[in-house]
């Protein structure tokens, strides 16, 4: 048996490359899996059997220490979330609904905006006090601009040594970023459809690519998130400033609503929690309060 790390999952067809020699072996999965209900996914370390030359059978699948739905993909370390800052407008709600599942996963999370060269001067300052907040938070940002070639330095850097998703609204330019990373990889880009104001789906499946001295996933585009693993009681751990705050509630299990002594509500009032995040925590509660029972 050999073992390695599945890079392309495509059409049935794993690809996995061989920690031994670093060769691809085009594998297929053992009926084993379908019978326990368990998918090989992208970036999980396996064993296989190498039969024909360059292809083979994995036999086992190792402990995950994380995976993701959409894209479906295990054991990263880092999500780099893509917005942009105009063409599509940015959008804090948007971003939210991204940091939550990235958030519960224990995913480190990276800002990244593109397109800040189309900004004026207003608009820019009003961006960065936004980006500001999660900054404070902890959260790392990057800003991106492809005439000016800011930013990729500092991106470059953050990828060495990691597995890393790139993940983000469609038509912010998530796979033009990664070709002036690294141009031999020559991935395919769309422009921004204007009927639809948002980009075309250009990434069809989800593939580990070598960048930078680590391996990112370009992978499809999406335009929302649900919640679908997420449940209420937990939704305020997801929100790293809320989760902070709420040690100071008297109440234990409290949602940061409408009960009394509420740290949460105090630290909102005294400016320390930004209220575009309570509003989109609130929005985000009352989702998963009023979905449909799973059966």
């Known amino acids: 048996m050999a073992e ?17 020699d670093g060769e691809i072996y085009q594998c297929r999965g053992r009926g084993v899996f379908r019978k326990r209900k368990i998918t090989p996914l992208v970036g999980d370390h ?22 993701l739905v959409r894209p479906p993909i295990a054991n990263v370390d880092q999500a780099v979330l893509v917005f942009s800052a105009k063409e599509p ?13 990235i958030e519960k996963n224990l995913i480190r999370p990276l800002i990244l905006i593109t397109k ?10 009003e961006l960065l006090e ?6 404070q938070i902890g959260y790392s940002v990057i800003l991106s601009s492809a005439k000016a070639g800011e930013g990729a330095d500092a991106l470059l850097s953050a990828l060495k040594g990691k597995i890393t998703v790139f993940c983000g609204q469609s038509g912010v ?12 990889l020559g991935l395919k880009t769309n422009e921004i459809s204007t009927h639809l104001g948002r980009g075309k789906h250009t990434t069809r499946h989800v593939e580990l690519l070598p960048v930078g001295g680590g391996l990112v996933a370009d992978t499809p585009g999406f335009s929302s998130l649900d919640f679908a693993d997420v449940e209420f009681t937990e939704l305020g751990d997801y929100f790293p400033e809320i989760s902070e705050k709420s040690a100071g509630c008297k109440f234990r299990g409290c949602l940061h ?13 005294e400016g320390e929690i930004a209220s575009f995040r309570y509003s989109h925590y609130i929005q985000f509660l009352q989702e998963i309060k009023n979905r449909k029972p799973r059966y």
Do not use: M, W
């Open 173 to 184: 330019g998530k796979t033009s970023i990664l070709n002036r990373l690294d141009p031999a």
């Open 89 to 101: 407008a940015f959008s804090t709600l948007l971003l939210d609904r991204f940091l939550v599942p």
């Open 46 to 67: 396996v064993e296989f059997q190498k039969e024909n030359g360059r292809e083979g059978y994995i036999l086992d699948i190792g402990e995950r220490k994380n995976e």
């Open 116 to 125: 800040c060269d189309l900004l004026d001067a207003d608009e820019k300052e």
């Open 4 to 20: 390695g790390k599945i890079i392309k999952a495509l059409s049935g067809f794993y690809y996995v490359k061989n920690r031994e």
């Open 130 to 135: 936004t980006l500001a907040v999660y900054r």
């Open 257 to 269: 609503e409408n009960e009394p002594h509420c740290a949460v509500k105090a630290a909102l009032a």
